[in-house]
């Protein structure tokens, strides 16, 4: 597994010590401790979750900086299609509000590379801000390609700015969209690909980095891929090691609905095989892995699962729950 553990421990209210329009739709929300305590220690790509509502969770990538301790830092863009958590965000937490936080967990880590390339499409610039200054901190070779529709919908550009050539900037309005064939068509030695935005940036991406070698590409979903639609989903039978259950997976409801109906203690957020946060470890079963977090070697190697969406394709699944 390339993920880091998952942190489940921590939860809290934090305040929103400032609240500033980063671009047009984005704002950045810093949070803290109301006592000025720290927070838990994270790693670049790491994201927490802010609970906006009872059945209204979402989540977002940390932007600022690990090595500041007590406060954390995140990007927000509003949606016109939002479900309601963009949405509340803008509305609701301006500085001096609180709001409910859990995390951080980390399924996007940075490895250790000689050269990196980013492309980030929109909001999906804000992991990779804590990795570029990892990249530069580190003396690795970098660079980033950064599109959106147009510069003023650009978030931390002047950020950006203090390192010079290394960034190039693609408003679509101005520049179009990012040439992938000239940045993917020939596989870069000693070179690691990160990306992060929009479903289409992501799926293209991926698709030019299919002759790159294994382990080349690395990305972050903000929304599950598209169902293929190959498998009629069927019932079967779930284990629960630990809590001695032994449960009936029905066609038409998940492992996570089912273990919750059960008075089993799981936890969730998006329920969409986005965030990572329902990640349970497998000890029998060939799980059909559905999610967006896992890479080809995780879900192969079978060891966990994310009970949001993946099912089983025997007839017993059992789960170390």
Known sequence: MTTQPIVREFEADLRVVSAVEAATDVVTLTLAAADGSALPPWTPGAHIDLVLGDDLVRQYSLCGSPADADRW?????????????????????????????????????????????FLAGGIGITPMLPMIAEAEASGADWRLVYGGRSRASMAFLDELAAY???????????????????????????????????????????????????????????????????????????????????????????????????????VGSCLEGVCGTCETEVVDGDVDHRDSVLNEEEKESNEFMMICVSRCRSDRLTLDL
């Open 73 to 117: 830092r995140i990007g927000v863009l509003r949606t016109p299609d939002s479900r309601g958590g963009s949405k509340a965000v803008h509305a609701e937490l301006g500085e001096g509000a609180t709001v409910r936080v859990r995390g951080p967990r980390n399924h996007f880590p940075m490895v250790a590379s000689p050269r990196y390339l």
């Open 164 to 266: 010079g050539d290394r960034v190039t900037l693609l408003p679509q309005d101005e520049a179009g969209l990012p040439d992938l064939d000239a940045l993917l068509g020939v596989p870069q030695p000693d070179t690691l690909v990160y990306t992060c935005g929009p479903s289409g940036l992501l799926d293209a991406v991926e698709a030019r980095c299919s002759s790159w070698p294994a382990g080349s590409l690395h990305l972050e979903r903000f929304a599950p891929r598209a169902a293929s639609g190959e498998d009629e989903d069927t019932a079967f039978e779930l284990v629960l090691q630990r809590s001695g259950l032994t449960l009936t997976v029905p066609a038409d409801r998940s492992v996570f609905e089912v273990c919750k109906a059960a008075g089993v203690s799981v």
